[in-house]
């Protein structure tokens, strides 16, 4: 498979460290508020390429964090705690917040058939395997203590910027208009490793610590939780593609200072969901998520859709009018498979062939799109249906669009029309006009035609037979 790398600006052929395990780590969610869904976009794209990897026979052991502490609203580690936000917001603890928003978020999930990873974390969870990697930063002298907060510090890095050649200048952190630069700070980028002096003394989860009570910063979560889970080294790490700088940045500052090594050898970063007037944001009041779509009546399976119709390295405008456009398509999809009639053997040649298109897609860099193509690929294609029918099946292990699920849905439903619409009566003067033509016996043909028409009957002539409905 071949995947971007954000680290080598390349398209790389993906290779593990082991045979036997691809280790991959994703950022989770801030559970201070549902996700919008921009955020579940990266989600959804991150589960495409785990079951892209499972797909292709990878063993994958994948492990998710819940930011549930430790993040400000500022990248530049000022500002209030997202979480105390959250909570003072709704009038509730912390806590309460964190479990809330979490459930809230794997209920979007199991929407969207974004399949749980096989660890999820909540920093709070692991404050001890945080508090070692400090210590160990301090000792290696990769960190500092300063006006209460433990740093790490930049400028002992051979290259900060890795993922790429930015001007310092334009990313100087703490220096926006309306950000409060912190003066502890030896260099600009340096960022905090651990809190005890914070300017809101009401941050509400605290623990000891070598430096006093206190608490993490926000990267230091995500190293601190891989490394309890994956060990030394990681295959992939993906996360939006605001996360690769500062977050996935300092990340990759603080693990190989502490580790001495390299750490991750694939950055999967996934590109922007926005509106016309720019980037989701949870801060713009009123934001779009799952409920809401659902709400308007829209199926999660046409937003899944809508964005794997794209790549998930460009930048994807949402608009109504395209998610419409995305649910009529997924709709018309879905129908298609529901005329088709599964008896009969599968062709493996045609199987064969048409499998490879769409895993070709897959390993040309997730590119999804082509991967749906392959789906209407199939539709098209002179097989029988057993075995458009097994190739669905086969691709919706990864696209999870409930395909076949939901084509059995509509053949039920359609049933039930038909059955709520059955008249053996009609059935019979349908019949009795059939005979008639074949007689030729027009006259009695437009007699019972007529009758029908009186009953409110209308009869469509079509290539399999007279058919009926009422109008
Ligand atoms: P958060 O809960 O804010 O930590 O974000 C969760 C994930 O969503 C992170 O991987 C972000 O990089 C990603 N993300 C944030 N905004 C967007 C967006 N507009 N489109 C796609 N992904 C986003
Ligand atoms: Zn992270």
Known sequence: MYLYNSLSHKKELFQPNSPDVVKMYTCGPTVYHYAHIGNLRTYIMEDVLEKALRYQGYNVKRVMNITDVGHLASDADTGEDKMLKGAKRENKSVMEIAQYYTDAFFADCDKLNIKRPDVVEPA??????????????LEKGFAYEAGGNVYFDTSKLEKYYVFNDHDEEDLAVGVREGVEEDTNKRNRNDFVLWFTKSKFEDQALKWDSPWGVGYPGWHIECSGISMKHLGEDLDIHAGGID?????????IAQSESYLGHKWCNYWFHVHHLNTNDGKMSKSKGEFLTVSLLESKGYDPMAYRLFCLQSHYRRNLVFSWENLDNAAVAYEKLIAKIATLNGEGEVEMDAFNALKEKFNNALNGDLNTSLAVTAVYDVLKAKCNDATKLALLKDFDQVLSLNLLENAEKVRV??????????DPEIDAMVAARTEAKKAKNWAEADRIRDELKARGIEIIDTPQGAKWRKV
Do not use: M, S, Y
Not at 124 to 137: N, R, S, W
Not at 243 to 251: C, I, L, S
Not at 413 to 422: D, F, S, V
């Open 124 to 137: 709070t969870g692991c404050i001890d395997e945080f508090i070692k990697i400090v210590v160990g930063l």
């Open 413 to 422: 439903e359609n049933a039930r029309k038909e059955a709520e619409n059955a």
């Open 243 to 251: 996360n690769a700088f500062p977050h996935h940045t300092n990340e």
